[in-house]
Antibody, heavy 122, light 110 residues
């Protein structure tokens, strides 16, 4: 059974940092691209960042480029999102998602975690 | 504003059929695969359609997808109250080098 479990969310002050993690199991992690997708309260889905199977290709939404860094450790079956200079508008439920392909350029997310909530507030 | 445009809401009676549209451009829908997701209240999104018109295992043929040019459509037949959810389209945008989603469509089964 495929499982994706996010962690690391919480309440943080504006301007501070947070690191999200996503631990996966049930599939060969280093065969697939991975994504972070967020959903602000009562809003739609927003793609945040994606990374190819071997970290050779990485992408960011304009809203987070330069502040967030995605990475993966294939040996640990884990995906990460380092979030710096957090803003109130970053408040959202952050989902980790598995792509159906290994390369970055499809965004076909066939498995999702349950999300970890990030609240940016003073 | 979302890169992909969906109607905010659609509604239909139980047993009827509904379609949800998703409009984009040549840099996203026009040259990349479209996926569709269902999000029931309080849950994570679930993949319904990938590669424009394919269903993952376990997804009933009640759900169908199509694409023409820079637009895509999700069709849902035999509506049940359990189908009430938010539906999102998604794809890759080659110009932005980023994933993109529609704003979502809330389906109400009257």
């Amino acid at each position: 059974e495929v499982q994706l479990v996010e962690s690391g969310g919480g309440l943080v002050q504006p301007g501070r940092s947070l690191r999200l993690s996503c631990a996966v199991s049930g599939f060969t992690f280093d065969d697939y691209a991975m994504h972070w997708v967020r959903q602000a309260p009562g809003k739609g889905l927003e793609w945040v960042s994606g990374i190819s199977w071997n970290s050779g290709r990485i992408g960011y939404a304009d809203s987070v480029r330069g502040r967030f860094t995605i990475s993966r450790d294939n040996a640990k079956n884990s995906l990460y999102l380092q979030m710096n200079s957090l803003r109130a508008e970053d408040t959202a439920l952050y989902y980790c998602g598995k792509d159906m392909e290994g390369g970055l350029g499809y965004c076909m997310v066939d498995n999702w975690g349950q999300g970890t909530l990030v609240t940016v507030s003073s | 504003q979302s890169v992909l445009t969906q109607p905010p809401s659609v509604s239909a009676a139980p047993g009827q059929k509904v379609t949800i549209s998703c409009s984009g451009s040549s840099s996203n829908i026009g040259n990349n695969y479209v996926s569709w997701y269902q999000q029931l209240p309080g849950t994570a999104p679930k993949l319904l359609i990938y590669e424009n018109n394919k269903r993952p295992s376990g997804i009933p043929d009640q759900f169908s997808g199509s694409k023409s040019g820079t637009s895509a459509t999700l069709g849902i037949t035999g509506l049940k109250t359990g189908d009430e959810a938010d539906y999102f389209c998604g794809t890759w945008d080659s110009s932005l080098s980023a994933g993109v989603f529609g704003g979502g469509t809330k389906l109400t089964v009257l």
